[in-house]
């Protein structure tokens, strides 16, 4: 089983301040991990991703995320908030056994870039 | 980048009503998904699809939900009898090694 758990569903930076979006997951095997970005009335967009190799990952967009076994985290960060930035983020992970390899996101946070 | 392509945008049908919502994967990839976004709420799990038939299912899918893929290309979620609480944004997705690539969705009114 996994699950995904990311702690505050709103969270509001100002333009150029740096950007934290919490991540915690649990998994029974070795995870995959991503964050997505979902901007009003459109669809997922992979941000990034972590699935072995390198435990920072740098994404699209100035993103970055690093994976962390010893707290099962998955934090994403950009040092400076851009106001398009603005949007709803999702964690998700899976993993890579058997044929069942969907995805489970967490319930989301909503970035808001104060100008 | 590839693209998983979904039809309809938006579609608005009658409570009871059957409807099927339509996805072209990305054409080398084996693993297909469908996922549900009620409005507000965080994107749920309903299916997965590999080798021509479910892999797995969450509890959402249940005997009002089918899948398809009708012609080797085309990945479809039927859902019959639609009912209120089916509105939502319905996502398909496809994958291959471990990246699921999402389409823009299918915004499903019941009314």
Known sequence: ?115 | EPEVTQTPSHQVTQMGQEVILRCVPISNHLYFYWYRQILGQKVEFLVSFYNNEISEKSEIFDDQFSVERPDGSNFTLKIRSTKLEDSAMYFCASSESGRAFFGQGTRLTVV
């Open chain 1, 1 to 115: 089983a996994q699950s995904v758990t990311q702690l505050g569903s709103h969270v509001s930076v100002s333009e150029g301040a740096l950007v934290l979006l919490r991540c915690n997951y649990s998994s029974s095997v070795p995870p995959y991990l991503f964050w997505y970005v979902q901007y009003p009335n459109q669809g997922l967009q992979l941000l990034l991703k972590y699935t072995t190799g390198a435990t920072l990952v740098k994404g699209i967009n100035g993103f970055e995320a690093e994976f962390k076994k010893s707290e099962t985290s998955f934090h994403l960060t950009k040092p400076s908030a851009h106001m398009s930035d603005a949007a709803e983020y999702f964690c998700a992970v899976t993993h890579i056994q058997g044929s069942a390899r969907q995805l489970t996101f967490g319930s989301g946070t909503q970035l808001t870039v104060l100008p």
